[in-house]
């Protein structure tokens, strides 16, 4: 797959459409980096003239300011800004929500001022707008699919009803979770745990919510974090269910469906 | 005369002390950083109005919320009933509303009657949850001693409350029988029937003796309850209100910015304003983030104030859930309990509470030698994932999330302490700016 850079769509003198905004784990973790592959193939398929900042993108610096290091945060961030305003950038995507909320809801008090939308919403703008077409191949013919929000996609942003919508485009089953949306339960990674040991206690935050997963009964897990994707992958794999149980970001799920 | 005298006497002294105490929460609420308002006024007034108000939030779980409207409603319409004897008890009337109102005041006090019997029946149901049915987060560590106590006092009161009423009204009702002149007739949903039932056939001194002890019961446990608030998680019914309209209107998902920081890096970066001061390099270190109430902002104070511990914030916790030390309701608990330790102390003005000893006691020389990490452990704080499912739960609109953070700003940014495991993600960021030092180029996964 051939992706271009905004430095080469500068040196063209022109402007892609959207930036993806990658984020870290999309770019260097090996599982998020197949979420990334299926997106950029459905902005592909849309015919969306996307551009990557490649190595000019920085971590938004998200897991340092809520680990407490701002100082960090800053230094990635205004970093990120400057990059970003230099190429002028204005509309936005990622698949990443916690990149999302840094960039959407933290960057304009520090002077950046972008249109960021979630992958997720881009997703369900282009199924609705007829851009991408499900096959309706029945790829998912009896499948019972459960999705887990997200917390900075849900309760931080509150979109709870995009995510779902594109799910419902599929043709399996949806089959909610019984914490889901605004009561939601965090699949344990955020505010920096990914990085560390979790504190003593009686149970792994993951476990707890693959545990509730796994009751309903589900062909499919989806999610829409590279987070919440290792989190609930290991999960699935610690209970030994990875055989049965998949568990798919919402863009990978679409392009399965699209074949 | 004398009972004029002596109600009156009683109502300024439970008044004034109320009014003093009171004082000392808002004193200590003002402790706290100015925070800057953002956001509309409109959309604080809307929040007061669907959440403290209209209890919107309650109704996430519907049972207690059901049961928490009968005792909010009937407390708000008692009032009225209030507002009846204060004029009774200063001028030595005797229900000086009825013939004022006529009709209508068989109307009022029935409504404050049935709204009265629903309380009492909540009341019931809430002692039985709280005491006989093992219901998790009323049990948890935090609860223990003084707050459990504190909980099952104000159930109790409200019990005796509302005795008070019936008894009043009961006997009142089989008095206007007896003794029409001085007891005007009136009709009463349900003390009309109860009153006879219960108090039928007794001497007529006794229930004049019974009628007072109703009367006198209720608005001294009026007054009971109002200096007793200021010490109690109770006082949320009126914190609920400021509360709801100082909550921070933007994204849960946004921390709030530092700019004495962001303004530092700018300047390293030399993306500062040119024309600004250069920075004194002899100047103290700020501190940053929070380890004491003082460093906190006052909405969190105010929050901590509007905390009634119900601990709908912990249940929902996955720190809490899965057996951490983390308990949303803990932090906000110890940061009103650490607030009103210093703002016992700074009043005290007890020379060894000052930082100089020379100078008077004040907010800016204030060390008692504590902070807030004599409540709250580090381990409670790295438990934290951000979730917000605790910010999202509280039926009040607290905000423990912010006083994590603040806690956690704190660790790392002033006394560059916290988790070990993070080193390596800081350095990352710091040295790659990525959040795993890996070699591979970010368009990697592109050329598969």
Not at chain 1, 181 to 194: D, I, P, S, V, Y
Not at chain 2, 169 to 174: C, L, M, Q, R
Request: a negative charge; hydrophobic letters at 45%.
């Amino acid at each position: 797959m051939t992706v271009k850079t905004m430095a080469e769509f500068a040196a063209e003198n022109k402007e892609p459409e959207i930036l993806f905004w990658v984020g870290c784990a999309g770019s260097f973790d090996d599982r998020a980096q197949k979420i990334t592959r299926a997106f950029a193939e459905i902005l592909t398929a849309a015919n969306i003239e996307f551009a990557v900042l490649g190595n000019e993108e920085a971590c938004t610096g998200d897991p340092a300011r809520r680990a407490g290091n701002e100082f960090l945060f800053q230094m990635v961030a205004l970093q990120n800004i400057e990059t970003l305003n230099m190429y002028k950038v204005k509309k936005m995507v990622t698949a990443c929500p916690h990149c999302f909320n840094t960039i959407k809801n933290e960057y304009p008090a520090l002077g950046g001022h972008y249109d960021i939308v979630h992958h997720t919403q881009l997703l369900q703008e282009l199924i609705n707008e007829g851009r991408i077409k499900m096959t309706g191949g029945g790829a998912f013919k009896g499948k019972r699919i459960t999705y887990h929000d997200s917390c900075y996609l849900g309760r931080a942003n509150g979109v709870y009803e995009a995510p779902r919508d594109v799910l419902k485009s599929l043709d399996g089953q949806l089959v909610e979770l019984k914490r889901s949306k605004t009561n939601g339960l965090c699949c344990g990674a955020g505010g920096a745990q990914m990085w560390k040991e979790d504190e003593p206690g009686e149970k792994r935050i993951n476990m707890e919510r693959i545990d509730e997963a796994l009751g309903v009964q589900p062909d499919i897990i989806a999610v829409n974090c590279p987070f919440c994707m290792t989190m609930m992958s290991d999960g699935v794999t610690a209970k030994e269910k990875q055989e049965s149980v998949m568990v798919y970001d919402l863009s990978e799920l679409i392009v399965q469906g699209m074949k | 005369m004398l009972q004029s005298i002596v109600f009156s006497l009683v109502s300024i002294l439970a008044l004034g002390y109320a009014f003093f105490q009171f004082r000392k929460v808002y004193q200590n609420i003002m402790l706290g950083e100015a925070e800057e308002l953002a956001g509309p006024a409109a959309d604080r007034w809307r929040n007061m109005t669907l959440v403290a108000l209209g209890q919107k939030k309650m109704f996430k779980r519907l049972i207690p919320a059901v049961l928490h409207f009968a005792l909010y409603v009937a407390f708000v319409f008692t009032q009225i009933e209030l507002i009846e004897i204060f004029i009774d008890g200063v001028f030595g009337v005797h229900r000086w509303f009825v013939d004022k109102l006529g009709p209508l005041y068989n109307v009022i006090i029935s409504t404050i009657e049935v709204l009265s019997v629903l309380a009492f029946v909540a009341t019931l149901i809430f002692l039985i949850r709280r005491n006989a049915l093992r219901i998790p987060r009323f049990r948890k560590p935090e609860m223990k001693g003084w707050p459990e106590l504190d909980a099952n006092l104000i159930l109790i009161f409200e019990i005796i409350l509302l005795i008070c009423i019936f008894t009043m009204n009961g006997t009142d009702a089989v008095l206007q029988t007896m003794d029409p002149e001085h007891y005007p007739a009136t009709n009463f949903a349900v003390t009309s029937w109860l009153g006879p039932a219960i108090f039928g056939g007794m001497e007529e001194g006794t229930l004049k003796i019974l009628e007072r002890i109703g009367w006198w019961g209720h608005i001294l446990m009026v007054f009971l309850f109002l200096n007793y608030l200021p010490k109690s998680k109770h006082l949320h019914i009126l914190l609920a209100f400021p509360n709801t309209y100082f909550a921070r209107l933007k994204p849960k998902g946004e921390m709030l910015n530092m700019p004495e920081v962001m303004n530092e890096v700018k300047s390293m970066m030399g993306l500062g304003d040119p024309d600004a001061p250069e920075p004194d390099m002899n100047a103290e270190l700020p501190e940053f983030g929070a380890n004491d109430i003082l460093g906190m902002s006052r909405i969190d104070l105010l929050g901590a104030y509007s905390c009634t511990e119900c601990g709908r914030c912990t249940s929902v916790c996955p720190a809490n859930i899965t057996g951490k030390k983390l308990s949303p309701r803990k932090i906000v608990m110890d940061v009103r309990d650490r607030t009103e330790e210093v703002g016992e102390k700074i009043r005290s003005g007890n020379a060894e509470f000052a930082k100089d000893d020379s100078q008077p006691l004040s907010v800016d020389n204030f060390d008692d030698g504590k902070t807030l990490w004599d409540y709250i452990s580090r381990e409670e704080i790295h438990a934290c994932t951000t979730c917000n499912a605790c910010v999202e739960a509280c039926p009040v609109l607290i905000n423990p999330l912010e006083m994590i953070t603040k806690l956690r700003r704190h660790e790392i940014l002033t006394e560059a302490a916290g988790p070990q495991d993070w080193l390596p993600l800081f350095n990352s960021i710091e040295n790659q700016q990525r959040a795993w030092s890996v070699g591979t180029d970010r368009t990697a996964w592109a050329q598969e």
